[in-house]
């Protein structure tokens, strides 16, 4: 058994065209996601699936019970691939994710989805603090473009200035298809 996890990390619908809060090329994520998905499943790999669900019927997206917190079709679960619901940007924080993995003998997670700027870099710095190899698909993420002090950036800029950093020192940052050639 692999000791490499895939972790796909809120592919869900209010993200896409048409959702709630919609991310700068979540479709072109998605489609990598997807292929990672495959390779992994094709490799034998331990696939988990998380999806981020607000507490508040009134929050902005990712409501209770709505279509929009769904994972999207194009990464759909298999009956076999455990789905663990958050509340919080850290996909660790009290989902039971880590006793998981330690369970399974995992040592290294493969991680995508959404946002960058938040639920990525949360769960990638967190998994690397509890001790995992972290291997960030960067093109299989989205970001949303943000403003702070009066400077706006575009989704392109908030994910470049996320992925840096954590390419420094808590992940290897690498494409798809750089993924897929190994």
């Known amino acids: ?5 895939l972790l796909l990390v809120d592919i869900q619908n209010d993200y896409f065209p048409g959702g709630d809060w919609e991310l700068h090329a979540m479709e072109q994520a998605a489609e990598n996601a997807a292929s990672l998905l ?6 034998g790999q ?7 669900e607000n507490p508040s019927a009134e929050a902005p997206f990712f409501r209770p019970g709505s279509r929009g917190a769904e994972i999207h079709s194009a990464v759909a679960p298999t009956a076999d691939e455990p789905v663990l619901t958050k509340a919080r ?12 993995l330690q369970e ?10 959404a946002m960058s700027q938040m639920c990525i870099d949360a769960t990638a710095r967190a998994g690397r603090d509890l001790g995992f190899d972290i ?3 960067e ?23 996320f992925m840096a950093p954590l390419a420094m020192s808590y992940a290897r940052v690498v494409s798809t298809a750089e993924l897929l050639k190994n």
Do not use: W, Y
């Open 135 to 137: 291997t960030l698909a």
């Open 46 to 52: 331990m696939v988990v699936h998380i999806r981020h």
């Open 38 to 43: 495959a390779a992994a499943r094709e490799a």
């Open 89 to 100: 940007p850290n996909s660790f924080l009290n989902t039971g994710l880590s006793d998981l």
């Open 139 to 161: 093109d299989a993420c989205a970001a949303r473009a943000m403003a702070f002090g009066g400077v706006e950036l575009s989704a392109q800029q908030v994910h470049a200035a």
């Open 1 to 5: 058994m692999s000791k490499t996890a």
């Open 104 to 113: 399974a003998g995992i040592e290294a997670l493969t991680l995508c989805g």
